[in-house]
């Protein structure tokens, strides 16, 4: 199952830099991961925005639940949730 996901990170301001630099170390780990299994297909970052654009290929609901509250950044997170499916007209046969 495909899904576009916008993920809005709002790190409080008063965060000290220290704790902000590992919670970020963590998370590029995980999502490296996940995109080396193929679950976290693509990611853009949104020009001016700590934001990003991303579509994850996974089993289910429940499994992209699972990810997207295992990431370190999910408790400073804003997350849009959108499910995909093949349009008929899209020459790409790799795209379910």
Request: aromatic share 10%; hydrophobic share 40%; glycine share 4%.
């Amino acid at each position: 199952m495909l899904f576009h996901v916008r993920m809005d990170v709002n790190l409080p301001p008063d965060m000290p830099a220290h704790i902000a630099d590992e919670i970020r170390s963590r998370e590029k780990a995980y999502s490296q991961e996940l995109q080396k299994s193929g679950k976290w297909r693509h990611i853009w970052r949104v020009a001016g925005e700590y934001a990003n654009y991303s579509i994850f290929d996974v089993e289910s609901n429940a499994q992209l639940h699972d990810i997207l509250i295992g990431l370190p950044l999910f408790a400073y997170m804003k997350i849009s949730v959108t499910p995909l499916c093949r349009h008929p007209s899209s020459i790409r046969d790799g795209d379910m």
